[in-house]
């Protein structure tokens, strides 16, 4: 785990209200992977009460740092505004990655909305494994997400202005019905009630599925502890998104019924 001011090389606006930040951290780059987060604190423009906010690394590209955020409150406004040049502080890379090694042949992707900003990352290293990939994206309308490094998209949108008419679950239910994947695990992120009706999906068909959580992660390295989640099984009842995950097999997990 790496703490340090970094540098902003690029901070655009790629959708309506979307970002994709980059910046240059070669400790980070050394040690990431995909499923990690970083925890960050802007230092130019951000209240210094307000705490950090946690960010799925989007990709790592060399020593650069990629970074998908939507704004959705004061803190991510004011990261929004940060010029290239700017300096933002960094700890991490944090949490638990992906289990991308392991015994399966087709990669299934499954994001809702910003859901989509670890799964870059993951792209790369499952094309080294030559996994095949098939990425589900669902948002509420169209979106361009030509720059993020997806493969095999397959859209869902809710107003049905690209592709599926309808959510990314409904969307995945309706490809397995038609397809037949060869050794399938699931790989999901995205907002919880989505994640849920995603974990009820992949149990139903007997499939691998590991998801990536959101959480109230403030302080980033479980000393905060406001970002549980219930258990499943096992002598502790609660697991912290921080530290336990944010990557989770759907099976040790309990979420909310959608």
Known sequence: MVQQLVRLESNQEIAQGMFLMRFDSRRI???????????????????????????????????????????????TKALSAQIPGEEIDVLGPLGIPFRYDGLFETAVLVAGGLGIAPFPFLTDFLEKKKATIITFVGSRSLFKIDMLHLRNVQYATDDGSNGFRGNVVESLAEYLQ?????????????????????????????????LSLEGDMACGIGI???????????TKKYALVCTDGPTFDCREIKLPSP
């Not at 992120?189 to 139903?204: V, W």
């Not at 905060?224 to 096992?234: H, K, L, M």
């Open 29 to 75: 780059a050394t040690s990431a992977q995909p499923g990690q987060f970083l925890n960050i604190r802007a230092t130019q423009r951000w209240s210094p009460l307000l705490l950090r906010r946690p960010f799925s690394i989007s990709r790592v590209v060399g020593s650069s740092i990629e970074l998908l955020y939507n704004i959705v409150g004061k803190g």
């Open 224 to 234: 905060c502890q406001g970002c549980p989640v219930e258990r499943s099984n096992g």
């Open 178 to 210: 038609e397809h037949t994947l060869t050794a399938p695990k699931i790989f999901g992120c995205g907002p919880t009630k989505m994640l849920s009706s995603l974990s009820r999906l992949a149990q139903a068909k007997e499939l691998s599925c590991e």
